[in-house]
């Protein structure tokens, strides 16, 4: 059974740095394209970044220049390192499997739990 645990969420103030972590099991990780998503409070699911099993990396415009998502294929885990926080960056940050598009939109085949993110002066 597939399973993602996401940890690295905290308090920060505005400017600051998080790096993010998600642990994966119950699936082959190097064959899977994987993504970041994230839930800001009273929104929806806001999609954040995306990694294929080679690499490659796109984001959301507003995480462009300021988030890095990196994957570790040893040792399963899937990463984002987040710079230059606003408090616009406030939400719960969840790790997804297998991105993918729709005529529904975006849909993944498993999001995780989440890690709260709090963006404050």
Same mark, same amino acid.
């Given at each position: 059974?597939? /399973?993602?645990? #996401?940890?690295? &969420? &905290?308090s920060v103030q505005p400017g600051g740095s998080l790096r993010l @972590?998600?642990?994966?099991?119950?699936?082959?990780? @190097?064959? =899977?394209?994987?993504s970041?998503?994230?839930q800001a409070p009273?929104?929806?699911? #806001?999609w954040v970044s995306?990694?294929?099993? @080679? &690499? /490659?990396?796109?984001?959301?415009?507003?995480? =462009? &220049? /300021?988030f890095t998502i990196s994957r570790d294929n040893d040792k399963n885990t899937l990463f984002l390192q987040m710079n230059s926080l606003q408090v616009e960056d406030t939400a719960v940050y969840s790790c997804a499997k297998g991105p993918r598009? @729709?005529?529904g939109g975006? #849909?993944?085949e498993?999001?995780?739990q989440g890690t709260q993110v709090t963006v404050s002066p």
């Amino acid at each position: 059974q597939a /399973r993602l645990v #996401e940890s690295g &969420g &905290g308090s920060v103030q505005p400017g600051g740095s998080l790096r993010l @972590s998600c642990a994966t099991s119950g699936f082959t990780f @190097s064959d =899977k394209a994987m993504s970041w998503v994230r839930q800001a409070p009273g929104k929806g699911l #806001e999609w954040v970044s995306d990694i294929t099993t @080679s &690499g /490659r990396a796109i984001y959301a415009d507003f995480a =462009k &220049g /300021r988030f890095t998502i990196s994957r570790d294929n040893d040792k399963n885990t899937l990463f984002l390192q987040m710079n230059s926080l606003q408090v616009e960056d406030t939400a719960v940050y969840s790790c997804a499997k297998g991105p993918r598009i @729709s005529t529904g939109g975006r #849909e993944y085949e498993l999001v995780g739990q989440g890690t709260q993110v709090t963006v404050s002066p």
